[in-house]
């Protein structure tokens, strides 16, 4: 059938980016952006665990209860899974292939970066695998897609951060260095370019550690904070890019960055205080709310965004 919308989501076969597939769907029907039938991808590396999410979606019972599903209630949303992993190349291309070939070359309108890892341990291997995922894979994946979101300010690109990303951890030189890297999108007119120089902030952080200098560089001693600060400065880069792209034609898709909170999941080993749908609530609001309640297209764009509210970075 035709769908008037089509969102993504990646990690989203347990924890937050499930909780987000699930008010994604629970919210649409009542949003400003309901214009028609709405697709969600539920995208996840492992097959066995995607298929196992959308079942369990597809039997929710306050899903079913509140009669959004297309196949249980005649309601506007249809959920279908996808394989992705976002640190595989190959597997982006085949992810923008099926959406390309079911839905034309302009047809995503909301793409809810959630995937990521926080491994135990400190040490170049796990800086290596941590940045693979939460910077470069959520950037690759960005950047393979943008070109497909309808331009326009109620399409949303959301890279989920954290708190932990705050540049109150580093030392002021290199808090200065991350803030110029973002503003730099600014001078970009293509998004493709526009966070090479946040890029070139993680590799530092990656070769301090690999020579045992991050310390003295500035940087904390956690792959994860590092990895989210890198997601908030290019997601600020890309915005203002996209702004500059299409500061003479059509409106340009917003995309922001937000922090769910401390959320009770794998990921924090079960110790955070939020719930899952909790965390999702922020998220959610950036992929459906009118772009005034977000302040405004020309101020939303790039920003950082937690509880709701925008942030200071």
């Given at each position: 059938?035709?769908?008037?919308?089509?969102?993504?989501?990646?990690?989203?076969?347990?924890?937050?980016?499930?909780?987000?597939?699930?008010?994604?769907?629970?919210?649409?029907?009542?949003?400003?952006?309901?214009?028609?039938?709405?697709?969600i991808?539920?995208?996840?590396?492992?097959?066995?665990?995607g298929?196992?999410?959308?079942?369990?979606?597809?039997?929710?019972?306050?899903?079913?209860?509140?009669?959004?599903?297309?196949?249980?209630?005649?309601?506007?949303?249809?959920?279908?899974?996808?394989?992705?992993?976002?640190?595989?190349?190959?597997?982006?291309?085949?992810?923008?292939?099926?959406?390309?070939?079911?839905?034309g070359?302009?047809?995503?309108?909301?793409?809810?970066?959630?995937?990521?890892?926080?491994?135990?341990?400190?040490d170049?291997?796990?800086?290596?695998?941590?940045?693979?995922?939460?910077?470069?894979?959520?950037l690759?994946?960005?950047?393979?897609?943008?070109?497909?979101?309808?331009?326009?300010?109620?399409?949303?690109?959301i890279?989920?951060?954290?708190?932990?990303?705050?540049?109150?951890?580093?030392?002021?030189?290199?808090?200065?260095?991350?803030?110029?890297?973002?503003?730099?999108g600014?001078?970009?007119?293509?998004?493709?370019?526009?966070?090479?120089?946040?890029?070139?902030?993680?590799?530092?952080?990656?070769?301090?550690?690999?020579?045992?200098?991050?310390?003295?560089?500035?940087f904390?001693?956690?792959?994860?904070?590092?990895?989210?600060?890198?997601?908030?400065?290019?997601?600020?880069a890309?915005?203002?890019?996209?702004?500059?792209?299409?500061?003479?034609?059509?409106?340009?898709?917003?995309?922001?960055?937000?922090?769910?909170?401390?959320?009770?999941?794998?990921?924090?080993?079960?110790n955070?205080?939020?719930?899952?749908?909790?965390?999702?609530?922020?998220?959610?609001?950036?992929?459906?709310?009118?772009?005034?309640?977000?302040?405004?297209?020309?101020v939303?764009?790039?920003?950082y965004?937690?509880?709701e509210?925008?942030?200071?970075?």
């Amino acid at each position: 059938m035709p769908y008037a919308r089509v969102a993504a989501v990646t990690g989203a076969n347990k924890g937050i980016g499930l909780a987000i597939v699930r008010n994604l769907a629970l919210t649409y029907p009542s949003s400003p952006l309901n214009t028609g039938p709405l697709l969600i991808y539920v995208t996840a590396r492992d097959k066995t665990r995607g298929e196992a999410a959308l079942s369990s979606l597809l039997t929710d019972p306050l899903l079913i209860r509140s009669n959004v599903l297309s196949a249980s209630g005649g309601g506007p949303v249809d959920i279908t899974y996808h394989p992705l992993d976002i640190s595989d190349r190959s597997s982006i291309q085949r992810f923008a292939s099926t959406l390309r070939s079911r839905h034309g070359d302009r047809g995503l309108d909301v793409l809810v970066n959630n995937a990521g890892v926080a491994l135990d341990g400190f040490d170049e291997r796990v800086v290596r695998a941590t940045l693979a995922v939460n910077y470069e894979g959520t950037l690759d994946l960005t950047l393979s897609l943008l070109s497909m979101v309808k331009p326009a300010p109620s399409s949303r690109v959301i890279n989920l951060a954290s708190m932990m990303g705050a540049l109150d951890r580093y030392s002021a030189p290199l808090q200065r260095r991350f803030r110029e890297a973002a503003e730099a999108g600014a001078r970009e007119d293509t998004p493709a370019t526009a966070a090479a120089d946040t890029t070139v902030i993680m590799h530092a952080f990656e070769e301090g550690v690999r020579m045992s200098t991050h310390a003295a560089l500035g940087f904390p001693s956690s792959a994860y904070m590092v990895s989210k600060a890198g997601v908030i400065g290019a997601t600020r880069a890309l915005g203002l890019a996209l702004a500059n792209q299409h500061r003479d034609g059509d409106g340009a898709p917003l995309v922001v960055s937000c922090c769910p909170g401390y959320v009770d999941t794998d990921m924090t080993k079960h110790n955070g205080t939020r719930t899952p749908d909790e965390g999702a609530r922020t998220p959610v609001w950036l992929a459906l709310a009118d772009a005034r309640e977000l302040g405004g297209a020309e101020v939303a764009q790039g920003r950082y965004f937690k509880d709701e509210k925008l942030k200071e970075w």
